[in-house]
Structure formats: C-alpha cells, structure tokens
C-alpha cells in the first residue's frame, strides 16, 4: 500500500531487541519516529543509529519515542548495538524491530510486494530500506523522506521537522524554510486578518498571503 500524509499508518505485531510490541500500543498518546535500514553490521547506519542514540534526552524532551526497524534477526541486532554505543558514546536504548520476513517493509512501502532476500544477499537487496516516518500522537503520518544507501541521514534535521510538526499542530501555524525554534512563524491563508490580530497578536504582512508573526509561547 502507497502511505500518504495523514494516513494512519498501519499497526502490525513484531519481535523487537525489546520483545514483541503492538505497534499502536507501543506509540501510546505521544509522537514516534520509526526509522529503518537495511542491514546490521553496515557502515553509514551505524553512524546513523549513533546519532539516535546521541540524541536521546532531546526525544525524550519532545515526549517522542523512537524505534528502529531493519531485516535481520533480534540477535543480530543485540550484537550491532554494542558497536552502535562504542561509536556513539551513548547507549542504544531504543529497540529495533526484526523484519526477517519483510512484513514491516511491505507494510510501509518500502518494498514491493514480490521482494525477497536472497542467499547471502547484500544491503543492495534491500537498499529501500532507509526511511523515516514522524508518526502523531493521533497514528497519523506526518513526515516521511527516504535516503540512499550512501548518503547519511542528518537527525539534527528529523529533530527541526519534528518541532515544526509539534508547533504547527499544538498552536495552528505554519513554519518557514530554514524554520527553528523560537524564530517567527507563518499565518495559513485560511485564518483572517481579524482572527489573526486576536490570536497572535502583531503581525507582519510581506504579501496578502505571506504573514509572519512572532512564535507562540
């Protein structure tokens, strides 16, 4: 299935460093960011799942919970964690889900329906593999982007997307490019000049349809 913005994402059951979760249950009331590779013991992910682990309090400052998702087996994945923390310098503490069968991967789209792993398969098998999903409290999906195999995925700007969701949603404003916290935000188009002097207060309007205003406590 094709996974849009603002679908629920699908639930599923799986076997995790953790032991076996229930998707939904596991992301409860607050916001998640699932995260995939294809394959254990490689070396761009392993910076990446460092960096996860790095950033650790900043996650648990935002109320998100993370978890990562690759096709090899919970032992394999025990195994990478020690290497993931001696590179990071922080402990991996999130789980990682087993997708030996490829279920997750289909499930989220990552994979065609007909993929396989074949015999001594190499990373390239499975190269699609290598996305991020910002999931809302609500099960909806809110961000997604996928990476290539060479080209490391940057979490200090999955952390910036994540503020810009959790601000646009808890106060009804949009961000701008480059947009970080505590910087001006955007009016929507939808929300009159009169309600939005009642709102936000002051106001500056660039053009009728571009207003920024100071960011929302």
């Given at each position: 299935?094709?996974?849009?913005?603002?679908?629920?994402?699908?639930?599923?059951?799986?076997?995790?460093?953790?032991?076996?979760?229930?998707?939904?249950?596991?992301?409860?009331?607050?916001?998640?960011?699932?995260?995939?590779?294809?394959?254990?013991?490689?070396?761009?992910?392993?910076?990446?799942?460092?960096?996860?682990?790095?950033?650790?309090?900043?996650?648990?400052?935002?109320?998100t919970?993370?978890?990562?998702?690759?096709?090899?087996?919970?032992?394999?994945?025990?195994?990478?964690?020690?290497?993931?923390?001696?590179?990071?310098?922080?402990?991996?503490?999130?789980?990682?889900?087993?997708?030996?069968?490829?279920?997750?991967?289909?499930?989220?789209?990552?994979l065609?329906?007909?993929?396989?792993?074949?015999?001594?398969r190499?990373?390239?098998d499975?190269?699609?593999?290598?996305?991020?999903?910002?999931?809302?409290?609500?099960?909806?999906?809110?961000?997604?982007?996928?990476?290539?195999?060479?080209?490391?995925?940057?979490?200090?700007?999955?952390?910036?997307?994540?503020?810009?969701?959790?601000?646009?949603?808890?106060h009804?404003?949009?961000?701008?490019?480059?947009?970080?916290?505590?910087?001006?935000?955007?009016i929507?188009?939808?929300?009159?000049?009169?309600?939005?002097?009642?709102?936000?207060?002051?106001?500056?309007?660039?053009?009728p349809?571009?207003?920024?205003?100071?960011?929302?406590?």
């Amino acid at each position: 299935m094709a996974l849009r913005i603002n679908d629920v994402v699908p639930n599923f059951t799986a076997e995790t460093t953790e032991g076996t979760i229930d998707f939904h249950d596991w992301i409860g009331d607050g916001w998640a960011i699932l995260f995939s590779h294809p394959k254990d013991f490689t070396p761009v992910c392993t910076t990446e799942f460092g960096a996860v682990a790095q950033l650790a309090d900043e996650w648990a400052k935002r109320g998100t919970k993370v978890i990562g998702v690759s096709v090899d087996g919970v032992e394999d994945h025990k195994k990478w964690k020690g290497d993931i923390s001696t590179f990071a310098g922080a402990e991996a503490t999130f789980p990682i889900i087993a997708d030996e069968g490829l279920e997750v991967s289909k499930l989220y789209d990552m994979l065609p329906a007909e993929a396989y792993l074949p015999d001594g398969r190499t990373p390239a098998d499975s190269a699609t593999v290598r996305s991020v999903f910002i999931i809302g409290p609500d099960k909806q999906l809110k961000l997604s982007m996928t990476y290539p195999m060479t080209v490391g995925r940057n979490f200090a700007e999955i952390l910036r997307a994540l503020d810009a969701l959790q601000a646009s949603t808890k106060h009804g404003i949009a961000t701008p490019a480059n947009w970080t916290t505590g910087q001006d935000v955007i009016i929507p188009p939808s929300v009159s000049n009169e309600a939005a002097k009642e709102k936000f207060g002051e106001f500056t309007a660039v053009f009728p349809y571009l207003r920024t205003t100071k960011a929302p406590e």
